[in-house]
T-cell receptor, first 112, second 113 residues
Framework: DAGVIQSPRHEVTEMGQEVTLRCKPI?????LFWYRQTMMRGLELLIY????????DSGMPEDRFSAKMPNASFSTLKIQPSEPRDSAVYFC??????????FGEGSWLTVV | DQQVKQNSPSLSVQEGRISILNCDYT??????FLWYKKYPAEGPTFLIS?????DKNEDGRFTVFLNKSAKHLSLHIVPSQPGDSAVYFC????????????FGSGTQLTVLP
């Protein structure tokens, strides 16, 4: 069984550019999460979808961040315009009906 | 305001000995707790969990203890192996919160051969 698939694995971009991170959750999972990991703040929940509907986006740092889930097998996290302080590892995770969530391998973003 | 705290950023243990990783929480509504392990350049992977109706859960070399009155949980690894060297995250969720997980900041465990 394929796990949560994220792309790109690594992205280096210039400040001001648009960044789009992609995620394919585990088939059959109905919840999808976007997390950000930084040294300062650890793992932070950015946004959470249930059955493709955004449930809680209170963790999204500011309006430059947006996330969509057009169908059950795909989600994007977009940063526009990107800033150096957005440099972090962005994890996508999915969950079925239980408590355990399963993480992808992460997208390592560097904004210079 | 950190609701889940892992106060030890790092821990070193000799191979074969016990590793004890600690986690404290402040939100009394948390009723489910999980431990995740993370290797460099990989995503966190689920390790073990415990519901608040229990005070201990065991899975092979891994045991999680929950002390609800102290709002404290710990992960014991016995015996520790070099392959256990990783960052360990404690996470908690509450019924009614859509089961969103709140993570601690992680503890880097190094098992020395």
């Amino acid at each position: 069984d394929a796990g949560v698939i994220q792309s790109p694995r690594h992205e280096v971009t210039e400040m001001g550019q648009e960044v789009t991170l992609r995620c394919k959750p585990i088939s059959g999972h109905n919840s999808l999460f976007w997390y950000r990991q930084t040294m300062m703040r650890g793992l932070e929940l950015l946004i959470y979808f249930n059955n493709n509907v955004p449930i809680d986006d209170s963790g999204m740092p500011e309006d430059r961040f947006s996330a969509k889930m057009p169908n059950a097998s795909f989600s994007t996290l977009k940063i526009q315009p990107s800033e150096p302080r957005d440099s972090a590892v962005y994890f996508c995770a999915s969950r079925s009906t239980g408590n355990t969530i399963y993480f992808g391998e992460g997208s390592w973003l560097t904004v210079v | 305001d950190q609701q889940v705290k892992q106060n030890s950023p790092s821990l070193s243990v000799q191979e074969g000995r016990i590793s004890i990783l600690n986690c404290d929480y402040t939100n009394s509504m948390f009723d489910y707790f999980l431990w995740y392990k993370k290797y460099p350049a990989e995503g966190p992977t689920f390790l073990i969990s415990i519901s608040s109706i229990k005070d201990k859960n065991e899975d092979g070399r891994f045991t999680v203890f929950l002390n609800k009155s102290a709002k404290h949980l710990s992960l014991h690894i016995v015996p520790s192996q070099p392959g256990d060297s990783a960052v360990y995250f404690c996470a908690a969720s509450a019924t009614g919160s859509a089961r969103q997980l709140t993570f601690g900041s992680g503890t880097q465990l190094t098992v020395l051969p």
